[in-house]
């Protein structure tokens, strides 16, 4: 049984374009800004571009401590170099696999925003290894206008038909507005071995 941890640092998987509805957009700056104001550190991918960007400008124009972590690989793609000069921590790793292990290292729980492919594959990998009893740190599911709801509804259908197994240590926390994300971490430790409660506008899936 992993030990309760305070959360200090937040881990977010997210687009590194900005999609269609306006209001995921406005969830990244939305959440940067929470984590600051919360004195969280924000871990994420060091994009500068669509919702990676939004997050980050949130948070540090709110005075917040971001950790970027990207391969050298990608830096041209997905950042200016003007704007990582702002992160008050850049980590350049050799390649992906390796910034995937050090954002979960330097991470306390997990959140997804809407985003694309590398967002899904990113918080999937974070839930196979909650299954695998690798750790038991939070996972919120930042369900802005609906946008995670078939992938919900896709592990639904995998628990009814009984293919996930360990199925008590997959409980990722489903929360509908940006605001509710980092209420809904600090409160995820309590809520594990403390008064079993939680806030009315987060349910587990
Ligand atoms: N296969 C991948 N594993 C981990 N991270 C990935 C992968 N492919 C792309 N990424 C990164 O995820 C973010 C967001 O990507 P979106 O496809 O826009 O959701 C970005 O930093 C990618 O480098």
Redesign the pocket.
Same mark, same amino acid.
């Given at each position: 049984m992993a030990t309760m941890k305070t959360i200090e640092s937040v881990c977010v998987y997210c @687009?590194?374009?900005n999609g269609r509805d306006e209001n995921h957009f406005a969830a990244g700056l939305t959440l940067g800004r929470s984590l600051a104001g919360a004195g969280l550190r924000l871990v994420y991918?060091a994009?500068t571009k669509?919702i990676?960007g939004a997050v980050a400008r949130g948070a540090m124009d709110a005075g917040g401590a971001v950790t970027g972590i990207i391969p050298k690989f990608?830096i041209r793609k997905?950042a200016t170099e003007v704007e990582l000069t702002r992160l008050d921590e850049l980590v350049v790793t050799d390649d992906?696999h390796q910034r995937?292990h050090l954002m979960f290292d330097r991470s306390d729980a997990f959140v997804a925003l809407p @985003?694309?492919?590398?967002?899904l594959?990113?918080i999937v990998e974070i839930m196979t290894w909650a299954q695998l009893a690798r750790h038991e740190k939070p996972i919120v599911f930042a369900n802005i206008s609906g946008f995670w709801n078939p992938l919900l509804t896709l592990i639904q259908h995998m628990r009814d038909e009984g293919f996930v197994h360990s199925a008590q240590r997959v409980q990722p926390l489903v929360v509908d507005r940006a605001e509710d994300i980092v209420p809904a971490l600090l409160a995820a430790p309590a809520s594990d071995g403390g008064n079993g409660e939680a806030p009315v506008a987060i349910e587990r899936l």
């Open positions: @687009g590194s374009s991918g994009g669509g990676m990608l997905e992906m995937k @985003g694309g492919i590398g967002t594959e990113e």
